[in-house]
């Protein structure tokens, strides 16, 4: 996405078919901010900052230029990901 990424709390990423969270990629232009109680997949790539709301879960990683702040979230790492 050009600019951000924002999801609203208790929203749910659901992936369909033979998707697989360690194959989703979300490139965002500037920050991303995952609503609290969210549940994430994929990994996300920000310009700028990423901000995760309390007890979130996301299942991939985060990755942001600036900064990453966390709130109580729960973070599923995958291994064999670089």
Do not use: E
Request: hydrophobic fraction near 50%.
């Amino acid at each position: 996405m050009a600019t951000t990424l924002i999801t609203s709390a208790h929203t749910n990423i659901i992936l369909s078919k033979s998707a697989q969270s360690n194959n989703i990629f979300w490139q965002v232009g500037s920050s991303a901010t995952l609503g609290a109680n969210s549940s994430f997949m994929g990994h996300i790539l920000a310009q700028a900052s990423i901000t995760v709301g309390a007890t979130a879960n996301i299942t991939g990683r985060v990755y942001a230029r600036a900064a990453i702040s966390f709130a109580g979230a729960d973070i599923i790492h995958l291994p064999g990901i670089c």
